[in-house]
Nanobody
Framework: QVQLVESGGGLVQPGGSLRLSCEAS????????MRWYRQAPGNQRELVAG???????NYADSVKGRFTISRDNAKNAVYLQMNSLKPEDTAVYYC???????????????WGQGTQVTVSS
């Protein structure tokens, strides 16, 4: 069974930094897409950043220049470095990946359980 486990959330002051980590475990042949989404209370879940194999990374306009997504394919992991954090970045952050199982053909969607990021003084 494949799992995505996030870590690194917490409370930080405006202007501060956090680094989120997400590691996939289980029977994995390959991972195509790895993304970070976030959801604030009362809002829809939104895409923050994405890293697809063979494609440039992409970012929501609201985080461009402040957040950086990166992958470590050897660890089946994705990271989100968040700098210059603002109160409006407060949300639950979710890791997402599309994963192919050994001997399989198709990629399946998986979500992590979410990690809370709170930006407040």
């Amino acid at each position: 069974q494949v799992q995505l486990v996030e870590s690194g959330g917490g409370l930080v002051q405006p202007g501060g930094s956090l680094r989120l980590s997400c590691e996939a475990s289980g029977a994995i042949a390959s991972i195509n897409v790895m993304r970070w989404y976030r959801q604030a209370p009362g809002n829809q879940r939104e895409l923050v950043a994405g890293a697809t194999t063979g494609s440039p990374t992409n970012y929501a306009d609201s985080v461009k220049g402040r957040f950086t997504i990166s992958r470590d394919n050897a660890k089946n992991a994705v990271y989100l470095q968040m700098n210059s954090l603002k109160p409006e970045d407060t949300a639950v952050y979710y890791c997402y990946a599309t994963i192919r199982y050994p001997s399989g053909v198709y990629y399946y969607q998986h979500w992590g359980q979410g990690t809370q990021v709170t930006v407040s003084s």
